[in-house]
């Protein structure tokens, strides 16, 4: 078996501007950088020469069979830029036939024909931060682009995707916005569908420290939905979604058939990745490391890990990749689960400790089991859909002092 992680991920960290919900490794630039047609900002130009110093600084590298360029807001770099990145895994780590290659693109950063740069450097899936296609959703959670710009975007991704130029692409959308209540939330559910993608994300507002949201909470000035209502969009995403062809796949993702997100099944799955870019995380084989999230620091990473080599770790590639109570929170996200008996088997324990640790688990359970969050079929654990993935939280927390006292 390869045990060279097959994935990458790559960071770009930059942005026109800090959305006010986001707490993201990420460098605002401003509205005036070139990137459109343009040869991008001396900043990103600095930036991308140690992002392929770090790249290349792997010395066991292996062909792989997912790549995923996230930010920030990828779609700043021009065409050039990414077929450069593009051709520098190709040329030498090998790309496989087949594989999945993701970019995220924002809308009002990129327009059609640098869509059509993107694809022929080699991107075949997109995904689209919409997070909303209502103006003063957008405008309030500090957002650069408006409904039309998002409608424009649908529209190129949906004509590449029917043109068979890409294999897939995500719409990916904010649940519980601040004003986005039933009526705004149906809206953007129903304008979303019009356009068919085949992918869809939809990720809960989540109020971060240090973002303009917070402060704005903390001191009364921005209201957020209430549990009641957030509930009741919930029910509508999964309603609608389910109606419409889609499967909730994972607690954020839903997608047609043959189109769930491949690279994101690694992380889930608890496989081993390659993570590159400021503030990104790399997970080779095993213990997780997360880069500088400061430029300078960064750079001053950079250099020194390029003498000593990236992927010293190596010897550690027996490793099991991830700690249970990880595997767990990861797998209890996936609409499959996970089986419990095997996953604890795993773990090297003996038979007694194996034992106490289920009993103790299944009795956290049984109340969720009892009130039908949670579902086992054979070995197998999973969420509920929608009950037990929107109150996934409390199932995640009963693990977590499960593990606890085990530990
Ligand atoms: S575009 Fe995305 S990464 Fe950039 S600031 Fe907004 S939410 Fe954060």
């Known amino acids: 078996m390869n045990k060279f992680p097959r994935s990458a991920y790559v960071h770009i960290p930059f942005c026109h501007r800090r959305c006010f919900y986001c707490d993201f490794a990420v460098i605002p630039l401003g509205n005036k950088i070139e990137s459109l047609h343009g040869n991008g900002s001396n900043t990103i130009k600095e930036y991308l020469i140690f992002l392929n110093k770090e790249i290349l600084s792997i010395k066991h590298k292996s062909p792989l069979s997912t790549i995923y360029i996230g930010g920030g807001t990828p779609s700043i770099l021009n065409p050039i830029q990414i077929n450069d990145l593009i051709n520098l895994f190709k040329q030498n780590y090998g790309i496989d036939y087949g594989a999945e290659i993701t970019m995220e693109v924002d809308p009002a950063s990129f327009n059609e024909d640098d869509l059509y740069g993107f694809i022929k450097a080699g991107i075949n899936r997109f995904s689209l931060g919409a997070q909303s296609f209502n103006n003063q959703i957008l405008e309030q959670a500090g957002r650069r682009h408006c409904c039309q710009d998002v409608e424009n975007s649908c529209a190129w991704l949906k004509r590449a995707y029917e043109y068979g130029l890409i294999k897939s692409w995500s719409l990916d959308l904010i649940q519980n916005l601040p004003i986005s209540g039933f009526k705004e939330w149906q809206e953007d559910l129903e304008k979303s569908l019009k356009f068919c993608p085949p992918h869809i994300s939809i990720y809960d507002l989540n109020v971060e420290p240090g973002t303009v949201f917070k402060k704005l909470v ?44 491949r690279h994101n099944r690694v992380y889930w799955k608890g496989l081993g990745w390659w993570g590159f870019g400021q503030g990104s995380t790399s997970s080779p084989w095993g213990d997780k490391f997360t880069r500088p999230r400061i430029s300078k620091d960064y750079k001053k990473w950079v250099t020194n890990q390029c003498e000593i080599k990236l992927d010293y770790s190596l010897e550690n590639q027996n490793n099991i ?38 009993q103790k688990l299944l009795k956290e359970w049984e109340k969720f089991l009892e009130s039908g969050l949670l579902i086992k079929n054979g070995n197998r654990f999973f969420l509920s859909n929608p009950q037990g993935m929107e109150l996934s939280n409390q199932i995640l927390i009963s693990m977590f002092k499960w593990w606890e006292k085990i530990n």
């Open 218 to 261: 903390d001191l009364g000035k921005l209201s957020l939905l209430n549990d009641d209502e957030s509930f009741k969009n919930a029910e509508l995403t999964s309603s609608l979604l389910k109606a419409s062809g889609y499967s909730r796949y994972e607690i954020s993702n839903y997608s047609f058939p043959g189109h769930q997100s």
């Open 321 to 358: 990749y991830s700690e249970l109570d990880e595997k767990i929170m990861l797998g209890m996200r996936l609409k499959e689960g996970i089986n419990i008996y095997k996953l604890i088997s795993e773990q090297n324990w003996d038979n007694k400790k194996s034992e106490i640790a289920l």
